[in-house]
């Protein structure tokens, strides 16, 4: 089972669709248990790196965000156990050390490096298609079709 971890940054019903479309299924959870049987998990994520972060370390009701479970403990203890977890958008910028959006802001940590300001002249965000060039054989591009 596939589990999209909802910690209140993320589009869930476009990353279930995406799911379903391709025939696999993967369900919306926030239940510890029930992310600690996941093969899979999801981090989905809209938003800046900040406020993502602090959606990740929220463990308190009485905090800004709903979030009543320690959502990075679990993502590391998942992480240590061998369960693939894929970053979709700002979900994936996270899992890197540190970012720099709006101030510099730690991050999981689960990929070395940083994601830093596109400082650019074109019109970011950007969302929509783009041709991918792959510059090198990885694991990750295996089906990956240019």
């Known amino acids: 089972m596939i589990v999209i971890i909802d910690y209140n940054v993320g589009n869930l019903k476009s990353v279930t669709g995406a799911f379903k479309r391709i025939g696999l299924e993967a369900i919306v959870s926030r239940d510890e248990k029930v992310i600690r049987e996941a093969k899979g998990i999801v981090l989905p994520g809209v938003g800046t790196f900040p406020t993502a972060m602090k959606a990740v370390q929220a463990v308190a009701a009485n905090e800004d965000y709903v979030v009543r479970f ?12 061998g369960i693939p977890i894929l970053g979709i958008c700002l979900g994936m910028q996270i899992l890197f050390e540190k970012g720099y959006e ?9 990929i070395p490096g940083y994601v830093s300001y596109m400082d650019i002249d074109e019109k970011i965000p950007h969302m929509g298609w783009n041709q991918l060039r792959k510059t090198q054989d990885h694991l990750l591009l295996k089906y990956v079709h240019e």
């Open 70 to 81: 320690p959502v990075y403990n679990l993502l590391k203890e998942r992480k240590e156990a």
């Open 102 to 110: 709006v101030e510099e802001t730690k991050g999981l940590g689960f």
